[in-house]
């Protein structure tokens, strides 16, 4: 059966922008942890992530940090304003741990996460929940030496305002933005997170020791996301895989295939209109 071309845009936009009746929740398969070996074991570490999917359109840094002093969301590099960026629709969270190297090898201080991302357009508000960590049901904060690894989604909803607790002791992010800084196969951009440590003035950056764990980083997204490499460095680079956002291939067909065709069938409807008149 053929669908008019018009009937078919509206599918599209319908598709794309129509909210979801869903209440907002973390994305299943996005939550969890990766390591970060190889190749060069001296960066390796740790790299905890969650998503959240803000599909009500509310406020996300009041549903998820009702309790949290306002400052401690700090706005990095290359990020629009919070204001603009606090209804976005995907919430992206990351948090590194410097574990102990393997046996017989040795493992220095980190100095960066990168995040591929298909098109820097795609990150909108990037920052850091400073002295906040995830909290995992049943194992509480993570980062320390007794657990390093987020394995499920953080907190217990609803309401979820307790997937993030207060710790003095996690490593504040120096600060972010959309550069290019390291290269993954395939291309793409990256968004780069100095993990270094400016608690203490004059703000000198400290590399992230052994067992040592970061503050929450994140950014803000209305693409849906995809497993996506990322990168550790301290001089050297290691390698992991991470939550990053990306259409499916099935939307950019949908757009490619749709919104042309409207165009099209508009021009001609205004034409008859005009020669008609």
């Not at 990095?76 to 090898?105: E, K």
């Not at 217990?156 to 992010?173: E, G, K, Q, S, W």
């Not at 301290?234 to 992991?240: H, K, M, R, V």
């Not at 757009?255 to 065709?261: N, R, S």
Request: no cysteine; hydrophobic share 40%.
């Amino acid at each position: 059966m053929r669908i008019p071309s018009i009937r078919l845009a509206a599918l599209v936009a319908a598709l794309l922008v129509a909210p979801s009746a869903a209440q907002a929740a973390w994305v299943a398969g996005f939550s969890g942890s990766s390591d970060f070996t190889a190749p060069d074991a001296q960066a390796n570490g740790t790299t905890n992530f969650a998503v959240w999917d803000n599909s009500t359109g509310g406020n996300w840094i009041t549903d998820l940090f009702g309790g949290a002093p306002p400052l401690s969301i700090r706005t990095l590099s290359d990020s629009i304003a919070q204001a603009a960026y606090q209804n976005d629709r995907y919430v992206y969270f990351y948090q590194v741990v410097n574990t102990n190297p393997p046996p017989g090898g040795s493992n220095d201080g980190l100095d960066s996460l990168f995040v591929k991302v298909q098109s820097a357009a795609f990150v909108r508000g990037i920052g850091t929940v400073d002295g906040y960590v995830f909290n995992e049901p049943g194992s509480g904060p993570v980062g320390n030496p007794l657990n390093q690894t987020l394995n499920s989604d953080p907190g217990v909803p609803p309401p979820p305002t307790n997937a993030f607790v207060f710790d003095p002791l996690a490593t504040r992010i120096t600060d972010a933005d959309k550069t290019p800084g390291i290269t993954f196969p395939g291309g793409g951009d990256t968004v780069r997170y100095d993990i270094a440590d400016t608690t203490f003035p004059p703000l000198v950056r400290i590399k992230l020791g052994i067992d040592a764990w970061t503050s929450i980083m994140f950014f803000t997204s209305n693409i849906a996301p995809v497993i996506a490499p990322g990168a550790l460095q301290d001089g050297g680079t290691t390698l992991g895989s991470v939550p990053s956002p990306a259409p499916e291939p099935g939307t950019l067909a949908l757009i490619a295939l749709g919104l042309p065709l409207a165009g099209v069938r508009y021009v001609r409807r205004m034409r008859r209109a005009a020669a008609a008149a």
